[in-house]
Nanobody
Framework: QWPLVESGGGSVQAGGSLRLSCAAS????????IGWVRQAPGKEREQISC????????NYADSVKGRFTISRDNAKNLVYLQMNSLKPEDTAVYYC????????????????WGRGTQVTVYE
């Protein structure tokens, strides 16, 4: 019983693409800012992107800027992360997480989390 559920992970060759989805269990996402956070083996969690509740604000970590795109469809109660030009260093467990309305930039401000989905990029 996870508040959020990620899907779309998998194993891809470097240069390939994946699209991750985040869905809510038992609530709607229209009042939540949604972030994507990843954790690579042996490393701390890193916020890679966030989108405000309305979709009017987005941000990206420098490591993914220009390659990843966050979007949302509140009518479908889904948030997406389109990942292009994937690199081996993108290999990580990817989590979506929610906080009220706006992206604060602090991982500790998220109040709801998914269990994560594995993304593996091989050379």
């Amino acid at each position: 019983q996870w508040p959020l559920v990620e899907s779309g992970g998998g194993s891809v060759q470097a240069g390939g693409s994946l699209r991750l989805s985040c869905a809510a269990s038992g609530f709607t996402l229209d009042h939540s800012a949604i972030g994507w956070v990843r954790q690579a083996p042996g490393k701390e969690r890193e916020q890679i992107s966030c989108i405000s509740s309305s979709g009017g604000f987005t941000n990206y970590a420098d490591s993914v800027k220009g390659r990843f795109t966050i979007s949302r469809d509140n009518a479908k109660n889904l948030v997406y992360l389109q990942m292009n030009s994937l690199k081996p260093e993108d290999t990580a467990v990817y989590y979506c997480a929610a906080q009220l309305d706006y992206c604060t930039g602090f991982i500790t401000d998220y109040t709801s989390w998914g269990r994560g989905t594995q993304v593996t990029v091989y050379e």
